[in-house]
């Protein structure tokens, strides 16, 4: 039979809660575990939080991250006029950080960004520098000259019926994500990357030890 729209409350899924604090859904229906989406809705609680918390913030949510990133593609420039860094949420489990994305290096290694950045990233267990496919900051890297990065948002197991969130992960990046910004401040740490596309197997490192691609 075909299914009433998702939207209908009696279709919604069900989040549950296991012993662990880690949440996942399940359809209201089957009672069979199901994806929750927690990406992409683990970063948007995260960036909520800290818009919360934060007297001067601003944030975007951008549509079609999954497909190639088309909102961040067609994003209006002036918004951008202000911007010092951009933080995103958007990398997986609770240590995995984005060294570059879809083949461009998202901060200078040994700039003052990361110098004020990975201290704190190394503090709470975010030490595992990887390089990755696509994100939004990918997109905004190539566009503009702000340094960026991607945060682990502590969701497990994406696009999958076993995808789960764990909350202690989430309350761990949104202490980074305060702690970075009050580090950073509120100026700008400008960072070009270098043109064209950077192969993800020879993007080379001398401080921070990838463990994904090579090294």
């Given at each position: 039979?075909?299914?009433?729209?998702?939207?209908?409350?009696?279709?919604?899924?069900?989040?549950?809660?296991?012993?662990?604090?880690?949440?996942?859904?399940?359809?209201?229906?089957?009672?069979?575990?199901?994806?929750?989406?927690?990406?992409?809705?683990?970063?948007?609680?995260?960036?909520?939080?800290?818009?919360?918390?934060?007297?001067?913030?601003?944030?975007?949510?951008?549509?079609?991250?999954?497909?190639?990133?088309?909102?961040?593609?067609?994003?209006?420039?002036?918004?951008?006029?202000?911007?010092?860094?951009?933080?995103?949420?958007?990398?997986?489990?609770?240590?995995?950080?984005?060294?570059?994305?879809?083949?461009?290096?998202?901060?200078?290694?040994?700039?003052?960004?990361?110098?004020?950045?990975?201290?704190?990233?190394?503090?709470?267990?975010?030490?595992?520098?990887?390089?990755?496919?696509?994100?939004?900051?990918?997109?905004?890297?190539?566009?503009?000259?702000?340094?960026?990065?991607?945060?682990?948002?502590?969701?497990?197991?994406?696009?999958?019926?076993?995808?789960?969130?764990?909350?202690?992960?989430?309350?761990?990046?949104?202490?980074?994500?305060?702690?970075?910004?009050?580090?950073?401040?509120?100026?700008k740490y400008p960072f070009?990357?270098?043109?064209?596309?950077?192969?993800?197997t020879d993007r080379k490192?001398?401080?921070?030890?990838?463990?994904?691609?090579?090294?």
């Amino acid at each position: 039979r075909v299914r009433p729209p998702s939207t209908s409350p009696e279709y919604l899924p069900c989040i549950v809660q296991d012993d662990k604090g880690c949440l996942y859904a399940v359809d209201p229906v089957t009672r069979k575990q199901i994806g929750c989406g927690g990406d992409d809705k683990a970063g948007v609680f995260i960036c909520l939080e800290l818009l919360a918390s934060q007297p001067v913030l601003k944030a975007a949510f951008f549509w079609g991250e999954e497909v190639y990133c088309k909102g961040s593609q067609a994003a209006g420039p002036e918004f951008f006029e202000d911007v010092g860094y951009c933080i995103e949420f958007d990398s997986p489990q609770c240590d995995i950080v984005s060294y570059s994305c879809d083949g461009v290096q998202l901060f200078e290694e040994h700039g003052a960004f990361a110098k004020m950045a990975v201290p704190i990233l190394d503090i709470h267990g975010m030490n595992r520098w990887q390089n990755h496919p696509y994100t939004d900051v990918a997109v905004l890297k190539r566009r503009f000259d702000f340094t960026c990065i991607n945060l682990p948002a502590g969701y497990y197991y994406m696009h999958s019926n076993s995808e789960i969130v764990n909350m202690t992960d989430v309350a761990n990046a949104i202490i980074v994500g305060n702690k970075m910004i009050e580090a950073l401040g509120y100026k700008k740490y400008p960072f070009t990357h270098e043109w064209g596309y950077i192969a993800e197997t020879d993007r080379k490192t001398t401080g921070l030890v990838l463990d994904y691609y090579g090294s």
